[in-house]
């Protein structure tokens, strides 16, 4: 279990880090569009996200070491596309739900693979 907690902290964390966070940051058009034009999430909130997505990042790929931040951060990751999911739903987004659903099956996937890893 613990080889496939490995693989899962790398590829969610490269996607948040390099795909999420920074798109934010860098306001990407295609995330600009759907979090803020569709989802209706403020633009000064985007900091705050992708600090979120690289904190879980950064935990995930602790957590490697560090078994209990692994199991917190893929928590963390969860609760965050619940809650991105939940948003989407929110405004019939249903279009936009698949990219979040696709990250929440990757956090429950490390939340399962480190906790059975401990």
Request: aromatic share 10%; net charge positive; glycine share 10%.
């Given at each position: 279990?613990?080889?496939?907690?490995?693989?899962?902290?790398?590829v969610?964390?490269?996607?948040l880090?390099l795909?999420?966070g920074l798109?934010?940051?860098?306001r990407?058009?295609?995330?600009v569009?759907?979090?803020?034009?569709?989802?209706?999430?403020?633009?000064r909130?985007?900091?705050?996200?992708?600090?979120l997505e690289?904190?879980?990042?950064?935990g995930?790929l602790l957590?490697i070491?560090?078994?209990?931040?692994?199991?917190?951060?893929?928590t963390g990751?969860?609760?965050?596309?619940?809650?991105a999911?939940?948003a989407?739903?929110?405004?019939?987004?249903?279009?936009?739900?698949g990219?979040?659903l696709?990250?929440?099956?990757?956090?429950?996937?490390a939340?399962?693979?480190?906790?059975?890893?401990?």
């Open positions: 279990m613990f080889a496939a907690y490995v693989g899962v902290a790398i969610s964390s490269l996607l880090a795909v999420s798109g934010k940051l860098r990407n058009s295609y995330i569009k759907t979090v803020h034009d569709v989802v209706g999430v403020p633009i909130w985007f900091p705050i996200l992708a600090g690289f904190a879980v990042a950064i995930l957590g070491r560090w078994g209990p931040l692994g199991v917190a951060a893929a990751m969860a609760l965050y596309f619940i809650g999911i939940i989407h739903v929110r405004v019939n987004d249903t279009r936009g739900t990219p979040a696709q990250m929440l099956c990757l956090a429950f996937t939340l399962i693979t480190r906790t059975l890893s401990l």
